[in-house]
């Protein structure tokens, strides 16, 4: 009866990381497939950094500092300062100066990277229903937060 339960549960563990291994390809191909069509589509190329510079600002929550980026990030405020200054070419993302400490730049988002964001969310959601991803909405449906 050992046995059998022993063998039982390597099976388990078996279909588990062939599931995690099938996942894994999938969001792989979900991201080469987003990557394409940024490549493709009309407007900014964007590299690693300023793409996760840019995702960052606009997903994640509170005001953001070159300062707070940086250690986020984990790369120097040098590198953060030239990818906000590439999104400031591109109307992605502005600087203001911090009126309670002078010191202190804050990023603010813009309505061009509001658009970029929903349209790379568009994106990502026809790539993991293309992918047969579970749980890919069927309709985009999220909402984006407004430019400061």
Request: aromatic share 2%; net charge positive.
């Amino acid at each position: 009866m050992g046995f059998k339960s022993n063998h039982t549960a390597g099976k388990a563990g078996e279909e588990q990381t062939a599931m995690a291994a099938s996942t894994t390809d999938q969001l792989v191909g979900i991201l080469r497939d987003t990557i394409v069509a940024m490549v493709r589509r009309e407007g900014p190329d964007l590299t690693a950094r300023q793409l996760g510079v840019f995702l960052t600002c606009y997903l994640r929550e509170g005001e953001h500092t070159v300062r707070g980026l940086a250690a986020e990030l984990d790369v120097s405020k040098p590198a953060i300062t030239r990818a906000l200054d590439r999104l400031g070419e591109f109307d992605l993302a502005r600087r203001k100066r911090d009126t309670r400490d002078r010191r202190s730049v804050l990023v603010q988002r813009t309505l061009r990277g509001n658009a970029l964001l929903r349209d790379l969310i568009k994106i990502l959601d026809e790539a993991a229903r293309n992918a047969g991803l579970p749980g890919a909405p069927a309709a985009p449906a999220r909402r984006v937060r407004a430019a400061a």
